[in-house]
């Protein structure tokens, strides 16, 4: 089959889909391997390292033209795809079911890494969330230090000695726990928190101390996620969480929720009490909403009592060559899996599949996702051919 990576469109988007060190594993495979011009610059992949990989360089027209399975980091352009194409990408397709509806009526299928189903051990290779998370992870930390006032590591000196900073880190999932190893190893004295009290050994594995909550007992969901608090829940957590929150330098937030609304954990009341020249990182800021109070995502804001608030989307792009690399591995593993005797097999049987496949045959075959688009198992143009 002809694979192809196009060129990403989104303005903040610095990742490619495929590197060229990934590129010989395709080619080995029977597939053959297109590259638009330009695709991984500006992640610092040149059209010349594609082409000693084995990969054929050409332009945007030639590319849709010709290739029969399109490679992508973000959303697609819908435009050039045409029946009988198939797109891999992280499509968000919870929180933007209309792509997913304008692909079926293309009769274009629609892969989705964003839906692999993450406690299949057999998935983990393709499981592009927890690797571009853990990127995310390691960079709010940064972020955090370069914003912040103080030392991150105690420092004794000749003009006398600086306390470390006291960093809070709220959700522990693959960004949390990056981000805790991140501040720990900068010297950092860090605490993080989950609702779900499992994540306490892997907290203090990391040389953290584990924050636990009377408020919140256990709020451990399916699939490794918390599941979602009940409005009593929320509100006793916030109340609790704000007196820890006050203490704190640097506060990084990280959960999310997909398709909905990030919970809210720290509140505008919390973020008063903070003390002038904190941090808080939002890893959850999105178009949605955001974990705290004020955030906006891609922006910085400095509150009246001096707390600087960063809404912190697109972390993964601004490590581009290190997201880069995880995702190819991710999602050639994810295409060599659909893949046999030089064909896209679409098996939604298959569980990996079945969370993975959005559109297929001119439908919207996820299930989630045609509840969002109104679908029933029939073609999106009511016509059921």
């Known amino acids: 089959m002809k694979v192809a990576v ?28 297109l590259v638009e011009s330009g695709a991984g610059d500006r992640a610092w992949f040149t059209d010349g390292a594609y082409s000693d990989a084995g990969a054929s360089v050409v332009s945007a027209t030639e590319l849709y033209r010709s290739a029969e399975i399109i490679l992508t980091v973000a959303k697609p352009a819908v435009r050039p795809l045409r029946d009988g194409q198939a797109v891999i990408g992280m499509l968000a397709p919870l929180t933007d079911p209309g792509l997913a509806a304008e692909l079926a009526a293309k009769r274009v299928t629609a892969i989705s890494l964003d839906g692999l189903p993450r406690t299949l051990s057999r998935a983990q290779s393709m499981d592009a969330l927890s690797s571009q998370a853990s990127v995310a992870g390691y960079k709010a930390v940064l972020i955090a230090s ?35 190893g991140t501040a720990r190893r900068l010297g950092a004295m860090v605490t993080g928190y989950d609702v779900r009290p499992a994540s306490r050994g892997e907290v203090e594995s990391l040389g953290a101390t584990f924050l636990e909550l009377t408020s919140v007992k256990d709020a451990t969901g399916e699939g490794g996620y918390a599941r979602e608090l009940t409005e009593t829940e929320r509100q006793a957590q ?3 969480l704000a007196s820890h929150i006050a203490r704190q330098d640097v506060v990084i937030t990280t959960a999310q929720v997909p398709g909905r609304r990030p919970p809210l954990l720290v509140t505008e009341e919390a973020v008063k009490a903070m ?3 904190a941090v808080a990182v939002d890893m959850g800021a999105s178009d949605l909403g955001g974990n705290v109070a004020g955030s906006a995502p891609g922006q910085s804001t400095v509150t009246g009592n001096g707390v600087t608030i960063i809404g912190a989307s697109d972390l993964p792009s601004s490590v581009p060559t290190a997201a880069s690399n995880a995702y190819s591995r991710n999602i050639s593993a994810l295409l060599l899996h659909m893949t046999s005797d030089g064909a896209l097999k679409i098996d939604r049987d298959d569980e990996i599949q079945a969370g993975v496949v959005i559109t297929h045959d001119g439908e919207v075959v996820h299930p989630a996702v045609a509840k969002l688009t109104g679908g029933d198992g029939h073609n999106v143009d009511g016509t059921g051919n």
């Open 275 to 277: 003390r002038p020249g």
């Open 146 to 180: 370069a914003e912040y006032g103080g030392f991150f590591p105690l420092m004794i000196t000749a003009a006398g000695t600086a306390r470390p900073a006291k960093v809070l880190v709220l959700g522990t999932g693959v960004a949390g726990l990056q981000a805790i």
């Open 238 to 240: 916030q109340d609790e």
């Open 6 to 33: 196009v060129k990403e469109t989104a303005r903040a988007e610095r990742r490619v889909a495929l590197v060229p060190e990934t590129v010989p594993r395709l080619i080995a495979a029977g597939h053959e391997v």
